[in-house]
Each structure stands twice: as C-alpha cells, then as structure tokens.
C-alpha cells in the first residue's frame, strides 16, 4: 500500500468550482500566502513523513504519532469547564462593542460582532444590546408581570406563575430599527455597520394565552407594554399582534434571559423593531387607542421628505448583509472565495438571495442554508473568484412576500434624507487589488 | 370605561383545559401556595387600585406608575454587558455539575442542567462535556490536520484553509453513549439522570468536501480520526457516515468552538455516539478497516448476556426525557399543570412522543414544538392534571424508522445486565402526594 505525497494546494475552494484556478506552484513561487505557507511548509515535511510510515497499518492511537507532537498533545489538559464555560482566550475578537467614542454605556447600545460569527443562532454573550437607562439587577421572586386595562380581570402574575402556563420555543431574529441609521458615518466593520440583529431561540408563553386567560373587552385594540428599567420604556402594539405571535419570554437559546435582555421577563415581538419587545416587562396596559408614548413620539417614528413623521412603521422589513468578507477582512490568496452572510425578514420566510461581485450589474443566486424559518436570521452563501482585480460585493434578499432588499438610492427616493430609522439598504463591500475589504458606503 | 376587579387565580392553567379546576377561593383558604400567595396578596391592592386609576387614560410612561415601584425602576442600571454577557448572579442552578464525589476533573464529565433549560438549544456554557486528558489550550495559528493514508495527497491543513471551504450549519443534538449508564446510582435530577445530552447549531465544513479534494482511493472504507489532546483520543467512522453528514466543526451556536468542545476544530458525526465527534481534531487517517483502538476495544463497546462484546454501536437511538417536573422539583399547587421535555433519535427526525402520568398504563400524545428537525432536541409538552394523588410520570418518542424508546426491562431483556452504555430506556418521574417529584428508579 503507498500513496503519493503531493504538493498540497493553497485553494481548498479550487476543486469545488469549474472556474479555473491558478497554477498552484506559480501561486506558491509568488509567495501571496507569505508567512501562512511557509510555516506549513515547514511542518509539512516530518508529519508527512510520519504519514508515510503510519499509512502502511492502521492508526491506534498516540503510538504512531508525528515527530513534531505539540505541547498540548504531550501534557494533561486543564479541568472541566465548571460552573459554566467561556470562550477560548484565543477569540479576541468575537465581543460585543460600544458604539466608537461613546463615554456612557447606560444609555447605549452595544453590537454583535457579525464579522467573527456563522450561523443563525447568537451566543447569548454576544446577542446586541441597547438600553435606555442601563441594565436593571432585577431579582425573579420580587418581580410581577400586571395585565390591566380593557380587561375582564386585573391580574398581577408572579414568574412562576407565568412559567406554568403553556409555553414555546421559537427562533427568531430581533433587529434594532436604527440597524444602521441613514446617517454617516457607516463604521468599518460588519458590526459597526449593521451589528444591532442577532439571532436566538426564545422560550416563553403566547401573549394570546395571558390574554384569553384575563380576557379581552371587545373596546381593546391596544396593548401599550412597560419596562421596570429606570426609562420604564413604554411602547405601544396592535391587539392583532399580541393575539398572533407575541411571546411573554423568559428563556433565550435554552437558559434564562440574560439580565441585558430583559431577565427575568421581557416581550418578544417576532418581526417588529427591536425596541418593541419591551425588557423587563412589568405591565401590560389593554387599551382603545394607541399611548403615544415618548418612545413613540419623540422617538422610533420617521422623519419623511414632507416634514411630516411616519408612525408607528413597526415592522423591521426584509434584509441581507454579507459577512464574510466584510470590512477589515482581507482576502490573502487568488482563486475561489466564498460569499457568507445572513438574510432576514419581519414579514416571514426569506425565499432567496442574490448577491453581486461587480456593484449590482450582474447578479446570481445564493445558496440558503436549512433550516429556513419564518422571521429568523437565514444562512446564505455563494463562491466567487477574486484574481486580484477590485470588487464590489453586495448582496440583497427576498421574502415570501415578493418584496425586494431595495438600494440605498431607492429608499432615499421613497423616504427623504431625513429618515433615521429603518434603513434596510443592500450593503456593499470593496476589495481592493489589494485584498483589503472596505466598506463600500463609507 | 372601567373593569372588575377580581381575585386572581392560582391557576394559570385552568382556563386552557376542559378539565375540573378547583375552587380558587377555597385554595386560598387552604393555603396551599404558601409564601408566595401571601407576598402577590400584600402587593396586589395598591398595584391594582393604581390599575384601575391607571385604566381611565393610555400609559404614558413613568407618570403614572404605581406608587410600590421596585427600587429597580427609581434608578440608573448598570452598564452594557461587553465585551462578553454572562448570566444574571439569580441563576444560581443553572450551571454544569461534575458526577458528584469527583476529585479529579481532567479525565470526567460534566452534566447540562437539563432541569433549568427550555428548548432545543443549549447554550455553550453548559454544553455537557466528556475529556479523557483533560481540556488542552491550543493556539489555532498553530493547530493543523493531516489528512493521509488511502488518499490521492496526503494534505495538512490550517485552520484559516479550513474556513475557508465551503460551510454550513445545523441544528443536531450530541449525547454520550454512557448517558446514562445502566448501572444504579441513577441520580436526583435530570442533569445527574441523563445530562450528557445537549443541542447546538454546529458550523463546519462538510468532511464530504475535503474528502474529494484530497481524493479516495477505491480501498478507502474507514477514517480513523484522532484527537491532539493529551489522551489522543482515537476513533474508527464507517467512510459511508463520513461521505454523508459529518462535519469538520469549528463553530458552536454562531461562535468558535468552546475549548472544551475542541477548539479550534473537532468532527461533528450526527447521531453517533458524543465520543466520535473527535475533539482537537488534528488527523485524518483513511483506512481499509477500522483501527480497533483503545477507545473503541477497552472503551465504548457493549458487554452482552453471553459474555461477548458488541463492537461499533455507533448510533444513539430515539429517546426522550421528561425535563419539568423532574426529579428536585415540587409541585406547589393543585390543578392543571405542564410536562415538558426533550426528545432525539440518531437516525433521524423525532415523530411523535407519549406520555403517562400513571407509570405506562395509560398513554397519550404530546405535542412537538416546531422546528422537528433530523437529528436534533425535539421538544415536546403535554398538559395534566394534579389533585394530590402520586403519579409516574413517562414519556416515550417514537422516530421516522418507525422505532419506540424501550423500556430498562426491554433493554436489559435484549442486551443483559452487565451492558455499561447506550441506555436508552424511558425515565419514569414519581410525584409524591406531597407534590415532591424523585426519580422513578432510584
């Protein structure tokens, strides 16, 4: 039994794809991997020596180990990961930021480091944030849930009260509705540009069994939801939306909600801007009319062409973004990249992805990674060739709805320039000659 | 505008059932829900005459709040949770366990707190682990894999060449083979029951991938794979398996993997026993014939009746668990109540789960959470009643090949009594009159 030793490749990507890929020895003499390749070069040589000599029987374990064993191969590992794990020291860069400057970290928000994740689910850790009045230290046994209003019953309920009731866990995306603002300047990376979406599996009752439970008057047509934070953040939501997919949620992927997420208590709203799933929630008001609160006047509306305000443009509509490559990455070799990024929208399931190399002339379709589910971030992805000339990628989603991710141009030409929030625009990223990736808006 | 104000239930349940709930008044009289219907008592009256003050106008914020607000609410929260969040310092319960009595936590487990999660995903923190030399620290700019023996190259590769072949996520859950073992001590809560089972969106590249760019020769027939841990933790995988689903993982839940879940990279082998998702993956050896290493000969085999060993028991076969109640739980009032708990099958999607309240004389369907997804955490949930009678509480689940979770008599009838792992047997919870819930088998 023998086997050929090769020269090994730089493009894992090159045999996935019928474009042609560069002489992989002329790539190697020009020496674009530089320090990468040299070290695997130089380790290469004795581990597929010992390659050689083991292929000839079966591996059995650390008998027939390479020469060049690391240290952690030699030695006894550290102790279970107990009470509960941490990332590797090693991921630097996988953090939630404050926006850059930013003195005061109460009212503030903080981002997902998109550019560092995959997938479709958060970590809990790194799931955005935004208060306004800092995070509460709210103790479970204190706190109440009260359902007042236009209501057959007035109830106060306790969180062990609330968690007997029927609960579900469902996964969803929740986008801030300033994910980015309209404004300059966009940031540099994935994160400053649009890192205020991240995606969770959240667990709790439906709205609509809390409601059927009190019951409703046939005068309610409004639920207006408030926070036990110092801002005590109030908003206002359709009875039509609580009686259909609202959450009282208590869970976020599996474990209690962090205390920056509403611990012990807060709504979820699937779909709708992110402020709206009010955290930490104390009351629910059933009303006739909407409560015009602060957040809903003075904030969270959309300032149009006309001067006039847009109310109440609560859901958070269909998006993409490319994550990889993205700002400050920087692609080091020729040949075949992949496209990855997340999709997602407020009205339902995302049905595709296009995405561009060369700024929006020719486009081609993603590839959707299962599971694709209604109102959760979705996993697209697509290769393309780089032989060091500039791009600019971009990509823009569908929804079951037929509505299309639109250009910043059109939603200029639809809103102002005075608009704020929801600005759902495809995003482009630069590469330069260089390989370095840039924002393309900036 | 105005509304009755009415005593509260109890009973959140009551009105989602067809079933007889007791008097509430009466309950309250007999005090069954002890503290904490006096402490909601005391602090009803001045929230809901606030509630009815309240009713005669939207909330509009702060001004008209309650006059008891929470200390919570009166001031300024912390700051945001970066760079990485933590759990909030109530959630004292939900963390990893060591097999209790363990001195030495290098070569040990530790256990998912099953009882204080909801869902089908688990977050990395209490991700269970299983380590034979304990958890190494490793550099990934140092890390490589070899990929060698019945390949057309023998190829090493870095972890930034791995990331950058094509990628996917899913959803799978990973459970120990030892989960639980057959032997008693079976343990009080569902954590030291069965723990050495969790949920996570997995992100890697498909093996498949690389398997055709390095090349197999016709005699290929297994990959022994082989960890850089100090144990070198070694295992045999069919080449059928590793052509099909398994992945070269390196994220865990959108992040990179944790270190005791072999960071930077590990095989992920979907519905195969946890121990064959090779952790600090560092080789690849292509085989004609399994390697019958020490883990897979001294380890991980199945002692039956007459005396011989059953070898490659790879797969982990439908089972199911009863998460609420489970054992250290108590229930604290009478009437209608949830169970909730998890299900999974190695071979494929979850169909259906039943559930017995009176130890399997009787059955009935529980409901499956959406997303059902093949070879992931199902989630599932029934409602029943609970007038202060002892119960024993079962769940079986049932998958797509048509398989029904056994019970310890069926199993041991096939397998014997001295099998050590792959026990999958149902789990009976027994609930005392007292409304305190033990293990049924202990």
């Known amino acids: 039994m023998s086997h050929e030793i090769r020269e090994r490749t730089t493009d894992p990507l090159a045999d996935q794809s ?4 560069p002489g992989r020895r002329g790539f190697l003499r020009r020496g674009g991997a530089g320090a990468m390749a040299t070290a695997v070069a130089a380790l290469a040589t004795p581990e597929i020596a010992a390659a050689q000599a083991s292929a000839t029987a079966p591996a059995t374990g650390a008998d027939n180990l390479p020469p060049n064993v690391p240290e952690w191969t030699r030695s006894l590992g550290g102790p279970t990961a107990v009470p509960y794990g941490t990332p590797s020291k090693y991921e630097t860069k996988a953090v939630r930021s404050l926006y850059p400057g930013l003195k005061e970290p109460m009212s503030a928000y903080s981002t997902t480091p998109l550019q ?3 997938g479709i689910i958060t970590p809990n850790g790194l799931h955005y944030e935004r208060h306004h009045a800092g995070v509460p230290t709210i103790d479970p046994a204190q706190h109440r849930l009260m359902i007042h209003g236009l209501t057959d019953k007035a109830m106060i309920f306790t969180m062990e009260e609330i968690r007997q009731f029927p609960s579900i866990s ?3 995306f929740m986008e801030c509705s300033g994910n980015p ?3 300059p300047p966009y940031g540099k990376t994935a994160a400053e540009v649009a890192g205020l979406v991240s995606g969770a599996s959240w667990t709790g009752v439906p709205l609509r069994t809390v409601l059927e439970h009190v019951g409703l008057k046939r005068s309610a047509k409004w639920i207006v939801a408030e926070g036990a934070d110092g801002a005590a953040m109030t908003r206002s939501i359709p009875i039509e939306k609580c009686l ?3 959450l009282l949620a208590y869970s976020q ?3 209690r909600l962090r205390p920056e997420q509403g611990y012990p208590l807060r709504l979820f709203v699937p779909g709708f801007e992110g402020n709206m799933s009010i955290k930490w929630l104390r009351r629910l008001h059933v009303t006739d009319k909407p409560g015009h609160t602060r957040e809903e006047t003075a904030k969270y509306t959309d300032l149009m062409a006309d001067g ?5 443009s609560f859901v958070m509509e269909c998006k993409s973004l490319i994550t990889s490559p993205s700002g400050t990455h920087k692609l080091t070799r020729q040949g075949i990249h992949e496209i990855r990024g997340i999709a997602w929208s407020g009205r339902g399931k995302i049905t595709g992805v296009d995405v561009s190399i060369d700024g929006g002339r020719t486009w081609k379709a993603a590839v959707l990674d299962a599971p694709v589910l209604s109102k959760a971030l979705t996993s697209f992805r697509a290769p393309f060739e780089w032989r060091g000339q500039e791009l600019m990628l971009m990509s823009r989603a569908m929804d079951e709805t037929g509505y299309v991710q639109p250009t910043i141009e059109q939603l200029i030409q639809a809103r102002g320039k005075f608009s704020f929030y ?3 625009a495809i995003q482009p990223w630069k590469v330069a000659a260089s390989g370095e990736v840039t924002n393309g808006r900036a």
């Open 170 to 172: 469902r996964i969803y």
């Open 422 to 424: 929801h600005n759902n």
């Open 181 to 183: 603002s309209f404004l």
């Open 308 to 312: 006039r305000a847009r109310q109440f």
């Open 253 to 255: 992927n599996g474990e």
């Open 116 to 118: 560092e994740l995959d």
């Open 18 to 21: 019928t474009l042609t890929s």
């Open 244 to 246: 259909d997919d609202v």
